[in-house]
């Protein structure tokens, strides 16, 4: 059985960083491209950063700068880093994993609320 599980969210201050983890299971984790996508209330969900098998990185235009998403194979489990944050990235973020093989996964989501 298929298992993106995230943890990591939480309420942070603005200007504060937060480490989101995703620990997958039941997928040959090293041959996925993962990413992290987030839901503000209201809007559709986005892109924030992907990674593939072969560790190459892309950002939206919203994260560059600011968040590092990077994956530990030995582990199943992919990372973001955040740091700056702002009032206007709180949201679900999401985990994603994306094999043309095996077609596309998500986690359940975690909570990232940035506010004084």
């Known amino acids: 059985q298929v298992q993106l599980v995230e943890s990591g969210g939480g309420l942070v201050q603005p200007g504060g960083s937060l480490r989101l983890s995703c620990a997958a299971s039941?997928?040959?984790?090293?041959?996925?491209?993962m990413g992290w996508y987030r839901q503000a209330p209201g809007k559709q969900r986005e892109l924030v950063a992907t990674i593939t098998s072969r560790g190459s990185t892309n950002y939206a235009d919203s994260a560059k700068g600011r968040f590092t998403i990077s994956r530990d194979n030995a582990k199943n489990t992919v990372y973001l880093q955040m740091n700056s944050l702002k009032p206007e990235d709180t949201a679900v973020y999401y985990c994603?994993?994306?094999?043309?093989?095996?077609?596309?996964?998500w986690g359940q989501g975690t909570l990232v609320t940035v506010s004084s």
């Open positions: 039941g997928i040959i984790f090293s041959i996925y491209t």
């Open positions: 994603n994993a994306d094999s043309n093989l095996y077609g596309i996964k």
